[in-house]
């Protein structure tokens, strides 16, 4: 049996592949799915399903970096402000 999510992870990956740097824009997801849908059930048309993936697919690997940066800086922060007691 076919699930959604994964479906939704090979099309999202394609669209990354497809447009790189800049992604498709924020809410782009329905403009690259038209483009790069893979064959295959879909329950769900509304995003992909993976927070990291569709960061991508919005704003490209640019925009990815940029996200992971801001979690990792605000865990880094978390744990500081822990470590000190604050």
């Not at 076919?2 to 099309?11: A, D, G, H, K």
């Not at 879909?42 to 801001?70: C, I, K, P, Q, T």
Request: with cysteine; charged share 20%.
């Amino acid at each position: 049996k076919e699930v959604t999510r994964p479906n939704l992870w090979r099309s999202s990956v394609a669209g990354i592949a497809d447009r790189p740097l800049l992604g498709w824009g924020p809410g782009g997801f329905g403009d690259m799915l038209a483009e790069h849908e893979v064959p295959g059930l879909y329950e769900s048309r509304a995003h992909s399903h993976n927070d990291f993936l569709m960061h991508a697919v919005n704003a490209g690997l640019l925009g990815l970096a940029a996200a992971v940066w801001l979690l990792v800086a605000i865990v880094r922060a978390c744990w500081t402000g822990w470590r000190r007691g604050e």
